[in-house]
């Protein structure tokens, strides 16, 4: 056969093979394009081709090597592409999805929340102060004396910039900024964060959490605050609780006591809470008359409130943002 009419007959051989799977196609590609392609053999047939025609046959070969470069790549793209949308609908919407974590309250968070809510029932509001305080807020206004020792760095943290200045150490600061601005009849909480200048362990940490609270009125009594803070066990650690009052000392109040708690039939006492009735000069430095309106404060810490709800073994757990350990709140 005339080495031209070869070239022809392949020619329509490549355009008429229609490879239409990827195996096929890599046949395809092995026998005309492969390093011992049929187009090799045509060519190495050159010899045969009298000269004055070699150059044509030249460009006749590389004409289907390029026929068959052309059609190997436009069917690769065709079956490919076909592939990769048969993955695509292969989908299988019964397969179960990922899981995403909802977001779940910090325990700090939750207990402030719960204290909140359990006061407001008895008509206390929520009042917030600044946690960068003032000597006078933090200190001077509730009676601390200035040799005091809480007003020692070793124990507060000043601001270097402004050493009138203190992160506050207590949430009483908000007492004194309420009764500045506000007549009585007063009854608020406060909850927020305090600082103080201690060696962090599983008991202590540099910042935590309090949660004040006051009344002033023209008839307030101890016997007020007993009943105040009963209700407040009893509805936040259930009724088998009984509580009971030690003599104490704060500056900001006169008599003092410090509150413990215990179930009923258990001989562990645990200290919740500072409280007293608010002592005259506290009112007197905030322009309220202690003739005509006495008080009552308590303040208690909201961290050891969630250690004890929540069996928490150390409270530098609740700063550490662990997912692992917060998780465990997501259905509380
Ligand atoms: N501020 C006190 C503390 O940080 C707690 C406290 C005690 C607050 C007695 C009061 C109170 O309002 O009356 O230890």
Redesign the pocket.
Known sequence: MDIFEKAKQLKSEIENQLPDAAEALEQFRIKYLGSKNVLKDLFNSIKEVPNERKKEFGQVVNELKQIAEEKFNSLKEKIGGEKKSSVQNNIDLTMPGDPMWKGSRHPVNIVKNEVIEIFARIGFTVAEGPEIEDEWHNFTALNTPDDHPARDMTDTFYIQQDPALVLR????TV?VRVMETTKPPIRIISPGR?YRNETISYKHHVFFH?L???YIDHKVSFADLKQTLYYFVQEFFGEDFEIRFRPSY?P??EP?AEMDIRKKGTDRWMEI????MVHPKVLQNCNINPEEFKGF???MGIERLAIQRFGIPDIRMLFENDVRFLRQFSNT
Request: hydrophobic share 35%; with cysteine; proline share 0%.
């Open positions: 150490s207590q949430t009483s007492q305090v309090q004040e609270g006051l704060f900001f109040t003092s809470l500072g409280c007293g404060a308590f303040g």
